[in-house]
């Protein structure tokens, strides 16, 4: 089959720099006191897209460790980094083992039935394994009562090759949240039952907590793709060179004056109070650009931060670009939606989604450009 030759002017952009990828898991590290690190790549490595992802970090920044969220999630990262230890967050399930000899894959064992089913699981290829105890966020995680029957079961622990504890923590996005000195001390007596064992505690938002909670190895997300996960973070910028490795940027379809009383969009949420200039990009809600960026959402053109206006469409969404100069703008300029201008930070901050919403929604239909 020949290949199709699609132009190149037509869909949306998003644009992933593995540069800048690479640095900020570097300066993850860094932020970590030094402390070793994984790469969180689930849901697609964020949105950004694992089969380049992965291979950029296993190869040029070093990261010999990965966890994903569930099995397929893991046979997938396997083609693309096929000598790093890859953890499966979702745990083990009966039907499933085989495939963990397979792939060699090491699942997270949460409960004490998979500890069990793990156990007992006789192969001689048999991976290594994790056990995450729950020390209050209470999802997945072995419970305070199973902690302490599998740490005085001896037997039972003999039957495994553990080679990670860990834990999450509930609340690492407020630094202030006493939950997360609560949760830190009880992860820390847990470890005082697995000496020679790795232990993990911190996600991105617990490497800015500080050193008491880095162990010995922490897992950022976020982090290395640009994203700040602490609550009103623009309040004191990440050291350590942490910046955007995405940039979404649509076209402007048209430009046309609108005179006051006119409204735009889908039940005329927004009218003009005077005449005005509006712009359509040809980004919506099928990009993943969605409807929570009514009339409350950020565009960046020409050097000038501008407003949307009505509701977010499928395919379209309205700018008012009355201030820019109109001899600098037309149809099929460049519209920053998500970047360096318009960070995480301040979409998530207008919209009430979280970073990691936005970072992930990104849908299938723009046309993706690797740096």
């Known amino acids: 089959m ?5 132009p190149s002017d037509v869909q949306a952009t998003l644009t992933i720099d593995l540069g800048r990828i690479i640095n900020n898991y570097q300066n993850c590290i860094k932020l970590a006191g030094d402390t070793k690190c994984a790469a969180m790549v689930k849901a697609d ?3 950004m897209g694992i089969a380049q992802v992965a291979p950029a970090l296993f190869h040029q920044a070093g990261c010999k460790i990965f966890f994903v969220a569930n099995l397929v999630e893991a046979i997938k990262l396997r083609q693309y980094v096929p000598e790093a230890v890859i953890y499966v ?3 083990a399930f009966s039907e499933h083992l085989d495939y963990f000899v397979r ?3 090491r699942p997270v064992l949460n409960d004490l039935k998979q500890i069990e089913l793990w156990a007992k699981f006789e192969n001689s290829d048999r991976p290594q394994c994790a056990v995450h105890f729950d020390t209050g966020i209470n999802r997945l995680g072995l419970s305070p009562k199973e902690t302490t029957f599998f740490i005085g079961n001896t037997d039972l622990r003999r039957q495994l090759d553990i080679s990670l504890i860990m834990s999450h923590l509930a609340c690492s996005d407020d630094p202030n949240n006493p939950m997360n000195k609560q949760q830190r001390d009880d992860f820390r007596a847990i470890t005082h039952h697995f000496p020679n064992v790795t ?3 911190a996600n991105s938002g617990g490497i800015l907590l500080g ?3 880095h162990f010995d ?3 950022p997300g976020l982090l ?4 700040d996960p602490r609550i009103a973070p623009r309040l004191s910028p990440i050291a350590g060179n942490i910046r955007p490795a995405y940039h979404i940027s649509g076209k402007i379809l048209q430009i046309r004056r609108l005179e006051g009383g006119q409204s735009v969009g889908y039940g005329a949420t927004w009218t003009a109070k005077s005449p005005r200039q509006i712009a359509t990009v040809n980004i919506g809600y099928a990009d993943g650009y969605l409807q929570m960026f009514n009339n409350c959402g950020l565009a960046y053109i020409h050097n000038t931060m501008v407003p949307i206006v009505g509701r977010v469409s499928m395919d379209m969404i309205a700018v008012d670009v009355t201030d820019i100069d109109p001899n600098k703008i037309s149809t099929g300029c460049d519209v920053e939606l998500l970047g360096e201008h318009i960070t995480l930070e301040m979409a998530s901050e207008v919209s009430n989604l979280s970073q990691y919403e936005i970072l992930t929604g990104v849908k299938e239909r723009y046309q993706r450009i690797y740096k």
């Open 89 to 91: 967050l979702n745990g």
């Open 2 to 6: 020949h290949e199709i030759d699609f």
């Open 103 to 105: 792939y060699n894959i």
């Open 211 to 213: 050193s008491d909670y």
């Open 45 to 47: 490595a964020y949105g």
């Open 224 to 227: 290395m793709f640009g994203g």
């Open 199 to 201: 232990a993990s505690l």
């Open 217 to 219: 190895l922490a897992r």
